[in-house]
């Protein structure tokens, strides 16, 4: 959408350690990332070093002037304003911090800020998982295309992000697309985070390897499932399974509203492998009705494609034509619907990027 724009929007990966600095042009990053330590309990420190982060960059960039800077940086904030709230991992961010507008005033250019989540899906929408789909389904022949993605990241929480035909749902309080507290299905008093995050396949593993006391990492507890380290492999693949499950259950009642392809980053992410069929399987199961009839709970059959076998299923196009009474002519009727599981084929950090320099972009030309 934005691969031959000129425009230029400075970037920002907050991560609790470090601040990475870049800027993006025409979807592609243009200038040599700056990294400079993160600080968390200094505010007037905090905001002297995303200053000097963005001048380094400005600098680098020479003649070609930017018109926004837009990133991700975690809640609970206004992000309409630009407002950063109480952040556990940032203390010096108590009572709420104008981020925005500071940099707005200090660099005189429109500051945009969202959640990972939301920048996520946007990225992924525009640039990654969607038209990668839709380009597969023009090649195979089929008539279909998709137009709405539910996006995910799978780490140290549960992030999810929605866009409809091109448009991020932000939402009017700034919630739209978050998942992280949705009813737990195995813990209903909980919410899904609790089973769908960093800690959760650490705390599952170890209640199925109660003779496992280390303290292993999600990337340990891959190893042990591929069978590649010593540990219980049963209990560090039933962790992953267990967190695709429950990860299906707040899909499914987000799909019951967006309707469209689901796409999975985030550092978990990398597990999929005994993820998404876990997740799939789910996605396809059946409710009830007090008549004893069996309804699936999603209306479309969802697919994994990652698998050469769920790509080329959900690839064939089963529509057929139907004549319209009277005249003759006929039109499609696509009697089957599908839904699609895939993983970032781009990466959660440059589908972060980019969505943030979409969103700066179509947020400037809706002005």
Not at 186 to 215: F, G
Not at 268 to 294: H, R
Not at 298 to 315: N, S, V, W
Request: with cysteine; aromatic share 8%; net charge negative.
């Amino acid at each position: 959408m934005y691969e031959h724009d000129d425009r230029v929007v400075m970037t920002l990966d907050a991560g609790g350690t470090n601040f990475v600095f870049s800027a993006i042009q025409g979807c592609r990053e243009v200038v040599e990332p700056i990294r400079l330590d993160a600080v968390n309990d200094n505010i007037e420190r905090c905001l002297q070093v995303l200053v000097e982060g963005f001048r380094k960059v400005e600098a680098a960039l020479g003649d070609r002037k930017p018109v926004a800077i837009s990133f991700a940086f975690p809640g609970p904030a206004d992000y309409e304003h630009g407002i950063i709230g109480d952040l556990p991992n940032f203390p010096c961010f108590r009572g709420g911090v104008a981020m925005g507008p500071f940099l707005a005033d200090t660099f005189d250019i429109p500051v945009f800020i969202n959640n990972d989540g939301n920048l996520f899906a946007y990225g992924e929408a525009l640039a990654g998982a969607l038209p990668e789909i839709n380009a597969k389904l023009a090649e195979s022949g089929s008539s279909k295309r998709y137009k709405n993605l539910l996006g995910l990241t799978l780490g140290t929480g549960f992030g999810g992000g929605v866009v409809i035909d091109g448009n991020l749902l932000t939402g009017d309080n700034g919630c739209g697309g978050d998942v992280w507290l949705m009813r737990n299905v195995k813990y209903p008093e909980l919410i899904t985070e609790e089973s769908v995050s960093i800690r959760a396949v650490k705390r599952v593993y170890h209640e199925n390897a109660p003779e496992d006391n280390r303290d292993i990492s999600p990337k340990d507890i891959f190893v042990i499932a591929e069978g590649k380290a010593e540990g219980n492999m049963l209990a560090a693949r039933t962790a992953f399974a267990e967190l695709g499950r429950v990860a299906a259950d707040a899909v499914i009642h987000a799909l019951d509203i967006v309707d469209g392809i689901v796409v999975v980053g985030g550092g978990i992410a990398n597990n999929w492998k005994y993820i998404f069929p876990a997740m799939v399987e789910e996605m396809n199961s059946k409710l009830g009705a007090f008549s004893g009839a069996q309804f699936p709970c999603l209306q479309m059959k969802a697919f994994d494609l990652t698998t050469k076998e769920g790509m080329d299923e959900f690839l064939k196009d089963n529509s057929k034509m139907v004549t319209v009474l009277g005249t003759g002519r006929e039109v499609r009727y696509f009697n089957e619907m599908k839904t699609g599981v895939t993983f970032t084929h781009i990466g959660t950090s440059t589908a972060i990027s980019l969505g943030a320099y979409a969103y700066a972009l179509a947020q400037i030309d809706k002005q």
